[in-house]
């Protein structure tokens, strides 16, 4: 599929100027959404650079829910060309088969990219603001805030390290979607009710829009992918963005338990692309390699890559604010799907991988008392593939050495990191153990091959 991305400066939203995105093969033309202004609250002063890995990160976006899988041979694999215009374009071609190879495999995809001179500046800031921005404050890092679990772990440890100093966190949300942007909001504020540090929050709505009157394929709506295997680049976008208003080489923290950032398959079945790579080592390693060659050096880390999420939450330094205010936070893979779950009044599914995890770090600390969509262990075991996949690998009880080579086979490892991150799976296995034995019923415990506690 051939996209072509063309500027519309007449087109000009939300202070930004308008990017069309041209898929010839659909017969249609779509309009990335960048609310620019929330950025502008904080800075009238552009960096060009930054700002071009922005709009090149919103643009996988945009194409990753434009293009649908479905319509593939294989029903998954898309083949992407993209042509973009960027103000740096020299130095993003230099880098742009290293932000290809770390795009696919973050996407489980083949994508090409193409940059050519943008027209003129992307920015489009009002002649009439009048109000001055706030400014970036002088963060020691910036992180991400999801609204995940995972996330406001990270923002407590991060407030608790750094007592008193300004804490900058970046969001982003789809329009598309409903719940996160509010989660965002809402930790926010506990945030800055509970630390003593300044809490600044840029929070930015990125997604597609669909010009008016834009005609679709046998006069039906365009449906969008829903996969969103590219989200975490969008906040990676906002972050480096972030991070160079804030100063030369200001680290970026992603938050994220190793074992949903190695997100080992389950079994099988689930390996390669099926498996989500969002905050996968390598993935990150060949990003950032990706930026170094584009002439941007903010070091991007995931400080809990050798934690379990039971341990992210054990070992949290703010247990108070994480017991009061977990409840806040949402960790589901499904919470837009409602529709089918059995109390949907409830804010997670609690049968997908995330769900199950959360399930089981928050048991560790004594807190698994939240209400889910599902209650698993209250349903058969292979009513769910999720639980029904992780109760096999929990009976299976594969060594470190089945672990390291499951994980090899999702995704490519330093070999000498691969044992501790063998270990961690390891650990996380034995998180979701307890958790069944104390709550699962004699029948579940069976057929994960564990003792029911007494």
């Known amino acids: 599929m051939n996209i072509v991305i063309q500027q519309n400066r007449k087109k000009a939203f939300r202070e930004f100027t308008g990017l069309e995105i041209h898929v010839p093969s659909l017969s249609q033309t779509f ?33 990753d829910k434009i293009a649908l899988r479905r ?22 071609n230099q880098a742009a088969a290293a932000f290809a190879e770390s795009v696919s495999f973050l996407t489980g995809d083949r994508w090409h990219f ?6 003129g500046p992307f920015s489009r800031r009002r002649t009439n603001r009048r109000k001055l921005p ?44 409903a719940g996160p942007a509010s989660d965002q909001a809402h930790l926010c504020e506990c945030l800055k009710a509970g630390v003593p540090n300044p809490i600044s929050h840029l929070q930015v709505r990125v997604g597609v829009r669909r010009p008016s009157g834009n005609s679709s394929n046998h006069g039906r709506e365009h449906a969008f992918e829903t996969s969103f295997r590219s989200r975490s680049l969008i906040f990676l976008g906002l972050a480096v963005y972030a991070a160079s208003k804030v100063g030369a080489r200001t680290p970026i923290h992603i938050p994220e338990n190793g074992p949903i950032a190695l997100n080992m398959p389950l079994n099988p079945s689930r390996r390669g692309s099926c498996s989500t790579r969002t905050v996968h080592p ?15 050096r903010h070091e991007i880390t995931n400080p809990y890559e050798l934690k379990t999420k039971g341990e992210m939450l054990s070992e949290c330094l703010n247990q108070h604010l994480l017991k009061s205010a977990y409840q806040l936070t949402n960790s589901c893979g499904k919470a837009g799907r409602r529709a089918h779950w059995n109390n949907r009044r409830a804010r997670a599914c609690g049968a997908c991988v995330p769900c199950l995890f959360r399930r089981a770090s928050l048991h560790a600390i004594g807190c698994d008392d939240e209400v ?8 058969r075991a292979d009513e769910h593939p999720d639980f029904h996949a992780l109760i096999g690998l929990l009976r299976r ?14 995704g490519r490892l ?7 991150y063998a270990g961690v799976v390891e650990r996380m296995l034995g998180e979701v153990g307890r958790w069944l034995s104390a709550k699962a019923s004699s029948s579940v415990c069976a057929l994960a091959g564990i003792k029911k506690s007494p």
């Open 134 to 177: 706030r400014g970036f404050p002088k963060t020691p890092e910036v992180s991400l805030l999801s609204g995940g679990l995972d996330s406001f772990v990270g923002a407590l440890d991060l407030c608790a390290k750094f007592p008193k100093q300004p804490i900058l966190f970046v969001s982003h949300y789809d329009g598309d979607v």
């Open 282 to 296: 390598y993935f990150i390693d060949s990003l950032q390699k990706a930026l170094v060659a584009a002439g941007i």
């Open 397 to 410: 009880k594969p060594s470190r050495k089945d672990i390291a080579k499951a994980l090899l086979a999702n």
């Open 31 to 63: 309009l990335l959404d960048l609310d620019f202004s929330a950025i502008l609250k904080m800075s009238w002063r552009i960096d060009a650079k930054a700002l071009d890995f922005l709009v090149l990160s919103a643009v996988v976006f945009a194409v």
């Open 71 to 92: 319509r593939t041979p294989d029903r998954w694999t898309r083949d992407l060309r993209v042509t973009l215009p960027l103000q740096h374009f020299a130095e993003w």
């Open 114 to 119: 193409t940059f050519t001179q943008a027209d």
């Open 414 to 420: 330093p070999l000498a990191k691969l044992d501790l």
């Open 372 to 379: 889910y969509g599902f209650d698993v262990l209250a349903l």
